[in-house]
């Protein structure tokens, strides 16, 4: 695997600090999000000469513009709603391939999964299609993350459930319907969030169509419900068996460490201890 930062819990941070922090651990990849948080340096009406701009600092920094983001979700109950989020996850797809970006990370969304049925289902499958058309004919490969629906009680308390894309028999189906080379990225902690004791198990079920992979864990909290993000190693993840299954994985490996208040701090935590497992 290909190590390098994602981009969530940076989502405060400005780019070139993102770049440098990357720089500094090591790392040859950094996730650039594009028009997904409000602090993202690329918007999704940005022009040549941002983009540009923002390749130069990628290059100055010797750090490998390979993978992007996005947000989206092709699951509420509005149809046009989602039609209108793959139209914008188009117009991100247009934006890395001008950047010769060659992964850009989308959701299939996060409702829960029972509500995601009839039209909606086939909404969601319609939005999909319709953006692995077109990054098809950009040459840039999706990859939907395993991230179930959240409920946010704080910023550091979360409690997740199954999507379309976590729950067993919705993501086979899922996986049955849309086209093959619309990749997957693989979120063990997404996974175990929503209950996935052994989520090196689902690796092993999705690994032909997998093509991305973001590391982070979550953390309970006693005598609660919720969870808290947490740096790789500091959640109930079994990051060895995990590892194990991920040893011919070659692709691209991304920590997510997603509180902002000390990202830089979480993401070094996180390569200290996949340092560990070697």
Not at 55 to 78: A, H, I, P, Y
């Amino acid at each position: 695997m290909i190590l390098g930062n994602a981009a969530w819990g940076f989502r405060e941070t400005p780019l070139e600090k993102q770049l440098e922090i990357t720089e500094a651990m090591g790392l040859s990849l950094l996730e650039l999000s594009i028009g997904n948080s409000p602090a993202d340096a690329l918007r999704l009406d940005a022009t040549d000469k941002d983009m540009q701009k923002v390749k130069e600092m990628f290059k100055q920094r010797g750090v490998d513009l390979l993978c992007g983001s996005t947000g989206n979700d092709f699951t509420g109950e509005d149809a046009e709603s989602c039609r209108e989020s793959a139209n914008s996850v188009c117009m991100a797809i247009d934006m890395a391939a001008k950047m010769g970006i060659k992964y850009l990370r989308i959701f299939a969304g996060f409702s829960p999964v029972a509500e995601v049925v009839g039209p909606r289902w086939d909404t969601m499958i319609e939005c999909i299609d319709i953006v692995a058309k077109h990054a098809r004919e950009k040459g840039v490969a999706l990859a939907i993350e395993t991230h179930g629906g959240v409920e946010k009680k704080s910023e550091t308390e979360c409690r997740h459930f199954h999507s379309t894309s976590t729950e067993p028999k919705a993501l086979e189906k899922l996986l049955a319907e849309i086209p093959e080379d619309v990749g997957i990225n693989f979120d063990p902690a997404n996974l175990n969030a929503v209950g996935y004791e052994k989520p090196e198990e689902v690796f092993e079920k999705i690994s032909g169509r997998v093509n991305y992979i973001h590391l982070k864990d979550f953390a309970p909290i006693e005598g609660s419900e919720y969870l808290t993000p947490a740096a790789c190693g500091e959640g109930p993840v079994d990051w060895r068996a995990l590892m194990d299954s991920l040893k011919n994985y070659e692709g691209p490996a991304l920590i997510e460490y997603e509180n902002t208040f000390d990202a830089e701090d979480g993401f070094k935590r996180s390569l200290t201890f996949l340092k560990s497992l070697a």
